[in-house]
């Protein structure tokens, strides 16, 4: 019987192993659990877009700007950010 791991992370992580396709991620929240698991999913070398939303747009572009500052340390990711408010 497979557990809700292996079907939710193992695609994930066959899909970047192929690099046959992009892989592109959304999180909703830029709060403490949505930037863990952003910068989770970055470290890991998962994702090779990333967009982060929230309500909060200053919070979405301060964290996002910290995440760019750090893809010197990544591999080939872009990172966005922006809210569902925007016009």
Same mark, same amino acid.
């Given at each position: ?27 909703? #929240?830029? !709060?403490? $659990? !949505? ?9 890991? #070398?998962?994702?090779?877009?990333? $967009? ?7 919070? $979405? ?15 080939? $990711?872009?990172?966005? #950010? #922006? ?5």
């Amino acid at each position: 019987m497979q557990t809700l791991r292996d079907k939710i992370y193992v695609p994930i992580y066959a899909a970047k192993r192929n690099a046959t396709s992009p892989v592109k991620i959304t999180i909703i #929240g830029a !709060g403490s $659990v !949505g930037m863990a698991t952003a910068f989770s999913l970055l470290m890991k #070398g998962i994702p090779t877009e990333l $967009v982060i939303v929230d309500l909060n747009v200053e919070r $979405v572009e301060a964290e996002v700007s910290d995440l760019q500052n750090a893809r010197q340390f990544l591999p080939k $990711v872009s990172i966005f #950010g #922006g809210s569902s408010r925007e016009p």
